[in-house]
């Protein structure tokens, strides 16, 4: 992994900010400055931004990064203390129209440059379900409304959610918001003034770290990969961000974004014959390559109540790491809908590690779509994903890793790909296989974004070993299917069905596994009853970069960014495992009828 993931310091100046501060002033601790924006525009390579205490209403947009990861610019909350960043303005004056109906008109000026409530949600691959939809909103004291899809329905009487509707015409923005049972002239109301709250304008802001805020309220657009990726925080085409312990939410379609740069064509190609290949090229142009795009942080955040996506990103995702976050209410309110919508969604996430975060509450879990290479997902928990997956592999040729998971939702994997490897998760829920022969998909050099190839998917050269598969999950899928299968050591309870050429599968058709998974004060434990006799009972192969051997495609070994052999000796946990006979699944040494703290992890 690059340097950029470790926690790097500063050795500049250090420039403090405060709500009792002045934009004048020197921005020493005895004399800091007022806003954020004032700090970005003085600071240096190696400076520090310290924020403290209270609520900024304002949009960074980072005029400059460092040049090095010992060398980048921070902005950090104080030490102890609660900083909150919006990109939202607080309402008043609201007067009742009827039931709980109120309205608020405003002056135009009120935004400035920017109105989002006359700002449409549109692009590549996005469905408005036969309606218009904006990327304003507005909040009752912390929690966003429903925008209606007319005004008649906001005039109605409130249901369970209760919705706004606005009209903008050239002098005035009439807002209608219902409000049941209570003033909104008493309560804090707050509606989306700014598109982002913490974003570059422009690409090659490298080497930038933001810690420990609130942010939140954000006017974001759709963000499909064929576009700039405009998110409540994002990074714009650049290279080495830290973004970490945040609370990222309330955005109208995306959290974080790890995206692409902007131009002409953005979306313009979900109906041309080129599609995202060209998107690619034009990308390879304009610099994506280890040495200037990605190698990003993102981790220990907290990130929900985004209708697109947890964290996005088009190729600004290579060479990253994502671990220790909670993401959840992702693509819950279901008002529209397209292809870009998930807790995590990538495309291009080359030698990306994705570990260790929980994700649940969301329309899909995680999405790795196209150039999945060099790509490794280990020890993350999901759960409760309601209408799609936990895990979606669309149109990658790998060599990718999925390890160590615990994936409980009705739907744990839809396979649409090749080149993979399963080793020790645990799978409690459908495996879906879909077939897809009529795109031509990239493969890529080794630990590169060199375009080596392009090929169809097959849907075939996977590798599954040491799994615990729980009825309705099981490999019984691929009976009949053209697919080139490595298996060994798995095991396969409660009805789940091995496939029919796993022959040393071990099938336990009558025990009940008694899987639960309880919460209670934010900690999740996992009930799960197992057979201690099982590896008396079969040889389990150590996964390792031997065994799993090439994907067949790209011809590239499954092996760690920096060219590393695998050894999966450690489990979900990171515990050690017998490796003369790894035990299946994710625990390296279950009891018969064990209970485990899964998050946070112990």
């Not at 002056?107 to 939809?133: K, Q, S, T, V």
């Not at 981790?299 to 220790?324: D, K, T, W, Y």
């Not at 020790?424 to 050099?445: C, V």
Request: hydrophobic share 35%; with cysteine.
């Amino acid at each position: 992994m690059s340097a950029a993931f470790l926690a790097s310091g500063a050795s500049g100046a250090e420039l403090h900010v405060s709500p009792k501060g002045n934009d004048a002033a020197d921005g020493s601790a005895a004399a800091p400055l007022k806003t954020i924006s004032a700090a970005a525009d003085r600071a240096q390579p190696g400076d520090v931004i310290t924020v403290h205490a209270g609520v900024y209403r304002e949009r960074i947009d980072p005029p400059r990064g460092g040049t090095a990861d010992e060398r980048r610019i921070v902005y950090q909350a104080a030490p102890g203390e609660s900083v909150t960043i919006k990109g939202s303005e607080p309402v008043t004056g609201w007067q009742k129209v009827e039931h709980d109906t109120y309205r608020a008109i405003l002056n135009n000026a009120f935004f400035g440059e920017f109105n989002p409530f006359a700002d449409m949600i549109r692009g590549d691959w996005f469905n408005r379900l036969g309606r218009d939809h904006h990327t304003g909103a507005v909040y009752l004291n912390g929690h966003w409304l429903t925008e209606a899809a007319t005004k008649e329905n906001v005039m109605a009487p409130a249901g369970n959610s209760p919705l706004w509707f606005a009209e903008v015409g050239d002098k005035h923005t009439t807002i209608w918001a219902q409000f049941p049972g209570v003033d909104p002239n008493e309560q804090n109301v707050e509606i989306n003034v700014r598109q982002s709250v913490f974003y570059p304008s422009k690409p090659g802001v490298n080497y930038v770290t933001v810690r420990g805020f609130t942010l939140e309220h954000a006017a974001t657009p759709w963000a499909p990969p064929t576009a700039e990726q405009v998110g409540l925080i994002g990074v714009h085409w650049s290279k080495g961000w830290i973004i970490e312990n945040n609370t990222i939410r309330y955005s109208t379609c995306t959290g974080v974004t790890l995206g692409k740069h902007g131009d002409q064509f953005d979306n313009t190609s979900q109906d041309s014959a080129e599609g995202y290949v060209e998107t690619i090229h034009r990308a390879l142009a304009r610099g994506w390559s280890k040495e200037n795009i990605g190698h990003h942080v993102v981790r220990n955040n907290h990130i929900s109540h985004c209708e697109q996506a947890g964290i996005v990103g088009s190729m600004g995702p290579a060479f990253s790491l994502v671990e220790g976050n909670v993401i959840h209410d992702i693509h819950v309110r279901r008002l529209f809908t397209g292809a870009e919508q998930a807790g995590i969604k990538f495309h291009g996430a080359v030698d990306t590690l994705i570990r260790r975060n929980h994700i649940y509450r969301v329309n899909r879990g995680i999405w790795l779509d196209w150039m999945t290479q060099g790509t490794r997902v280990t020890q993350n928990l999901l759960h409760d994903n309601g209408h799609n997956e936990d895990l979606f592999v669309e149109v990658n040729h790998g060599p990718f890793l999925i390890d160590n998971n615990i994936f409980l939702s009705k739907i744990s994997l839809k396979e649409m790909s090749e080149g993979g490897a399963y080793a020790h998760n645990l799978f409690a829920g459908r495996i879906l296989l879909r077939k897809e022969h009529s795109r031509l998909t990239p493969y890529l050099q080794p630990h590169g974004v060199g375009v080596a190839g392009l090929k169809n998917i097959a849907v075939n050269d996977e590798r599954w070993a040491n799994n615990l598969f729980i009825a309705p999950a099981g490999l019984s899928v691929y009976d009949g299917q053209e697919a080139q299968l490595k298996l060994a050591g798995n095991v396969f309870m409660g009805g789940a069905k091995p496939a029919a050429e796993e022959s040393s599968a071990i099938v336990e058709d009558a025990r009940d596994p008694r899987l639960k998974l309880s919460e209670e004060s934010g900690e999740y434990r996992l009930s799960l009853a197992v057979k201690p006799q099982w590896p008396k009972n079969a040889d389990r192969p150590l996964v390792t970069t031997q065994w799993l051997g090439a994907a067949v495609v790209p011809e590239a070994p499954f092996e760690q960014p920096d060219g590393s052999p695998y050894r999966l000796d450690t489990d979900y946990f990171g515990k050690p495992r017998n490796a003369e006979n790894p035990f299946p699944g994710p625990f390296a040494q279950p009891d018969a009828d064990a209970t485990y703290r899964v998050w946070p992890v112990e």
